[in-house]
């Protein structure tokens, strides 16, 4: 961290600074440049806060030199991290595929989807049991009954599950019977969630929110590995911008853009980020050839009677067309 100060400050004005960083284990030193007077701090300034030092009149602004996310930045870990999740491995050049409906809907429908998406490969089922729901009105998941569904899809398919939580009140129950834990887009700066999940000490996967920074996602999952959760999961499903032909508008520069900062996997979700099924092939083969480390993929049996996201949602045929391809993109990218 360097705080530079402003134009003709005083010894006595940096005074207070020196002894409230040296209480802090801070070693500061001066640099003098030929026109900026600088202090610059040595060790770790991760808990000084910005805001407070900049209540001090003679500081004209500060610049943090290390990025404020020590678990998930690559700086301390700098090898990729491989992820261990129920025997499927994600990360450092292995790929894996989630797969499943937006939400489960009823046994049928679960089991039928699991059993396609497992024929084609799929590493894991996806399945929503609590849903957000932009309206008070829509399906808003089974709930309880959804996960006990997604559990026997589970016991049939062998495939292990990934399902959103929304509230606290269900960590024990996720902690018990969900094997990667999900965080969506709407929840990602619920900051207590965060670090209740991260204390589950449990696989998760943190979705960007529709309006995060790439560096907004990365200070959440330290949240998460804070609570002390060491396979975190990243995704990037889209943000909102200007854009109204697609649902968001798919980042597909933050798979290498985070792949530069964190050494945890980054998979794509291109069924939230376009919103149409009709796009879902094209961008997962991007998504494979930008160096994602896997995808989640919105797959139903019936998407035209689904009661949630039908529109982006492909059929468990379309899946299997697409799964060949990926999986060749994804050996070229990994050369
Ligand atoms: C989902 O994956 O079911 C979901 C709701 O996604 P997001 O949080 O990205 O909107
Ligand atoms: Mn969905």
Same mark, same amino acid.
């Given at each position: 961290?360097?705080?530079?100060?402003?134009?003709?400050?005083?010894?006595?004005?940096?005074?207070?600074?020196?002894?409230?960083?040296?209480?802090?284990?801070?070693?500061?030193?001066?640099?003098?440049?030929?026109?900026?007077?600088?202090?610059?701090?040595?060790?770790?300034?991760?808990?000084?806060?910005?805001?407070?030092?900049? *209540?001090?009149? *003679?500081?004209?602004?500060?610049?943090?030199?290390?990025?404020?996310?020590?678990?998930?930045?690559?700086?301390?870990?700098?090898?990729?991290?491989?992820?261990?999740?129920?025997?499927?491995?994600?990360?450092?050049?292995?790929?894996?595929?989630?797969?499943?409906?937006?939400?489960?809907?009823?046994?049928?429908?679960?089991?039928?989807?699991?059993?396609?998406?497992?024929?084609?490969?799929?590493?894991?089922?996806?399945?929503?049991?609590?849903?957000?729901?932009?309206?008070?009105?829509?399906?808003?998941?089974?709930?309880?009954?959804?996960?006990?569904?997604?559990?026997?899809?589970?016991?049939?398919?062998?495939?292990?599950?990934?399902?959103?939580?929304?509230?606290?009140?269900?960590?024990?129950?996720?902690?018990?019977? &969900?094997?990667?834990?999900?965080?969506?887009?709407?929840?990602?700066?619920?900051?207590?969630?965060?670090?209740?999940?991260?204390?589950?000490?449990?696989?998760?996967?943190?979705?960007?929110?529709?309006?995060?920074?790439?560096?907004?996602?990365?200070?959440? *999952?330290?949240?998460?590995?804070?609570?002390?959760?060491?396979?975190?999961?990243?995704?990037?499903?889209?943000?909102?911008?200007?854009?109204?032909?697609?649902?968001?508008?798919?980042?597909?520069?933050? &798979?290498?853009?985070?792949?530069?900062?964190?050494?945890?996997?980054?998979?794509?979700?291109?069924?939230?980020?376009?919103?149409?099924?009709?796009?879902?092939?094209?961008?997962?083969?991007?998504?494979?050839?930008?160096?994602?480390?896997?995808?989640?993929?919105? &797959?139903?049996?019936?998407?035209?009677?689904?009661?949630?996201?039908?529109?982006?949602?492909?059929?468990?045929?379309?899946?299997?067309?697409?799964?060949?391809?990926?999986?060749?993109?994804?050996?070229?990218?990994?050369?």
């Amino acid at each position: 961290m360097i705080i530079i100060l402003k134009p003709g400050t005083e010894q006595r004005e940096v005074e207070p600074i020196y002894r409230l960083l040296s209480a802090q284990g801070i070693i500061v030193q001066e640099i003098q440049g030929s026109h900026t007077r600088m202090l610059g701090m040595a060790g770790d300034t991760s808990h000084i806060s910005e805001d407070s030092l900049m *209540c001090f009149p *003679c500081i004209e602004r500060i610049m943090r030199v290390q990025e404020p996310y020590k678990l998930a930045g690559r700086k301390f870990h700098p090898a990729d991290s491989v992820l261990e999740i129920a025997g499927r491995r994600i990360g450092g050049g292995n790929f894996a595929v989630i797969a499943g409906p937006c939400s489960v809907e009823n046994e049928r429908q679960i089991l039928e989807i699991a059993a396609g998406v497992k024929g084609f490969g799929a590493d894991f089922l996806r399945g929503g049991a609590f849903k957000p729901r932009t309206s008070p009105y829509a399906f808003s998941g089974l709930g309880l009954d959804g996960l006990e569904l997604l559990k026997r899809a589970r016991a049939e398919t062998g495939l292990p599950i990934v399902t959103e939580i929304m509230s606290s009140e269900h960590l024990a129950v996720f902690a018990q019977d &969900v094997d990667v834990i999900q965080i969506g887009a709407r929840n990602v700066q619920n900051f207590t969630l965060l670090r209740q999940v991260g204390e589950l000490k449990k696989p998760v996967l943190l979705k960007r929110g529709l309006s995060s920074t790439i560096d907004e996602l990365l200070m959440a *999952c330290e949240h998460v590995m804070a609570g002390g959760a060491t396979d975190v999961i990243l995704c990037e499903r889209g943000i909102r911008t200007f854009e109204t032909s697609t649902r968001n508008t798919l980042d597909l520069s933050a &798979v290498p853009v985070l792949h530069q900062k964190t050494h945890l996997p980054v998979v794509i979700d291109p069924s939230h980020a376009t919103g149409y099924w009709q796009l879902v092939h094209s961008m997962s083969l991007a998504a494979a050839a930008a160096g994602a480390d896997g995808l989640i993929i919105e &797959v139903h049996n019936n998407p035209e009677k689904a009661l949630c996201d039908g529109a982006q949602s492909i059929t468990p045929a379309q899946f299997g067309v697409l799964m060949d391809k990926v999986r060749r993109i994804h050996a070229i990218a990994a050369e």
